[in-house]
């Protein structure tokens, strides 16, 4: 055996966690299996009202980009051999979900700074800043993204009540640089994924006005 293959390698979707000012990798996450669809919607962002002949034909900034997708997690493998993941016996899959759950809570240390800000008599609290996420699925696809929605629906435990199997369901927008604004470390990668598509249309094949029907315009 020569342990050659000629399988290709299979790249994982997943999200990674960015320090917005430093641009640091906090974490990354792969998810464990790859789901068989993606659904992507885009709101038109037009200029103006409906009816309104002088801004009918502008757009006011990137339509808005909404992702979602369902993904499994499951360690059933990996507790016939419990040598390779220790903590599979021990916690199940709460790890995982639990990496994937601190995404959309503030951390605790920023909510007891807070609660001792206020404490001290602080009128006004910004929020914490969040860690940029960003969405991976291939190489045109890096986007700085906002989780609006997050299910779990826990399928499988184990003796001590530790989930083993889960479905995971995940809405996401895209940020653009109308979230962002263009000095954000995001907006960055907005811009490449645009420009990205922008080439990606150039080598989209031209249709002929015959296979339309048509001979012209006007």
């Known amino acids: 055996m020569t342990g050659y293959s000629r399988s ?13 000012a430093s641009g640091v990798l906090r974490r990354a996450i792969a998810l464990q299996y790859n789901p068989d669809t993606l659904t992507r919607s885009l709101a038109v962002q037009a200029a103006g009202s409906e009816g309104d002949r002088l801004e009918a034909m502008r757009l006011k900034g990137p339509p808005t980009e909404t992702i979602r997708l369902d993904a499994e997690i499951d360690t059933t493998d990996q507790l016939e051999f419990p040598g390779q993941n220790p ?11 639990a990496a994937l759950e601190t995404i959309v809570y503030p951390s605790s240390a920023s909510l007891q700074s807070a609660y001792s800000s206020a404490q001290a008599g602080t009128l006004e609290i910004a929020a914490a800043e969040s860690a940029l996420t960003l969405f991976i699925w291939g190489k045109t696809r890096v986007l700085p993204v906002r989780i609006t929605d997050f299910s779990i629906t826990e399928e499988a435990f184990d003796p001590n009540l530790n989930p083993i199997r889960a479905k ?6 895209v940020l653009s640089v109308s979230d962002l604004g263009f000095s954000h470390k995001g907006s960055g990668l907005f811009m490449a994924y645009l420009r990205g598509k922008e080439q990606l249309a150039q080598r989209s094949p031209g249709a002929a006005l015959s ?4 001979g012209g315009i006007g």
Do not use: T
């Not at 290709?8 to 917005?20: A, E, S, T």
């Open 168 to 173: 995971i369901s995940l809405g996401m927008r």
């Open 211 to 214: 296979a339309l029907g048509i």
């Open 8 to 20: 290709p390698r299979l790249i994982k979707g997943g999200i990674l966690l960015v320090d917005p």
């Open 87 to 97: 903590d599979a016996g021990r916690l199940g899959i709460h790890p995982q979900l």
